[in-house]
């Protein structure tokens, strides 16, 4: 297995645009989870899936994020539109039950200018 | 918010000697794991101790639980020079909600 599979690695945009990230579960999890990471605040969970559905999004920051997970094998989170301060690392994560460690993709580097 | 508090933020000690890292959480959780994560690098999973649990080992890990206190410890015993990184503790609770701790990051110098 490959493993979570994030893209991009890395996304350098302009204030303003929107900015998809695209995550691909481990095959069989029925767990997903989006992470974001800054030195000031840490590992932030934004949302996580359960069979595909949204379970808790309370850390969404604001309605410019948004995330779907049309089928058990792809994510993607959006935000739109982009401001500076969404510059991070966001992470995906997935895992299979309650009572397993999770796998975690590489991360998205989004610097937005 | 973050579920878990580490202390100590960050450790740094010699090649060989032993790093003991220690995880508060508020509420009730179904299990707690420990994560590594190398600068610039994603998370890679170290341990999983579940809530019946009170103590697991794993090669030089040493994971402790009381839930009693809602409080875990990681032990790295004879550390080396590659342990050098950020360890996070993370919860999941009862909904399989997963939370992560600000971590601790830990020096490991020859």
């Known amino acids: 297995d490959a493993g979570v599979i994030q893209s991009p690695r890395h996304e350098v945009t302009e204030m303003g645009q929107e900015v998809t990230l695209r995550c691909k579960p481990i095959s069989g999890h029925d767990y997903l989870f989006w992470y974001r990471q800054t030195m000031m605040r840490g590992l932030e969970l934004l949302i996580y899936f359960n069979n595909n559905v949204p379970i808790d999004d309370s850390g969404m920051p604001e309605d410019r994020f948004s995330a779907k997970m049309p089928n058990a094998s792809f994510s993607t989170l959006k935000i739109q539109p982009s401001e500076p301060r969404d510059s991070a690392v966001y992470f995906c994560?997935?895992?299979?039950?309650?009572?397993?460690?999770?796998?975690f993709g590489s991360g998205t580097r989004l610097t937005v200018v | 918010s973050q579920q878990g508090e580490e202390d100590p933020q960050a450790l740094s000690i010699q090649e060989g000697e032993n790093a003991t890292m220690n995880c508060s959480y508020k509420?009730?959780?179904?299990?707690l794991q420990w994560y590594r994560q190398n600068s610039g690098r994603g998370l890679v999973h170290l341990i999983l101790i579940r809530s019946n649990e009170r103590e697991k080992h794993s090669g030089r890990l040493r994971v402790t639980l009381d839930t009693s206190k809602k409080s875990s410890s990681l032990l790295i015993t004879a550390s080396r020079a590659a342990d050098t990184a950020s360890y996070f503790c993370a919860t999941t609770d009862s909904w399989g909600k997963f939370q992560f701790g600000a971590g601790t990051q830990v020096v490991v110098t020859p």
């Open positions: 994560a997935s895992r299979y039950g309650m009572g397993n460690g999770y796998t």
């Open positions: 509420t009730s959780i179904n299990n």
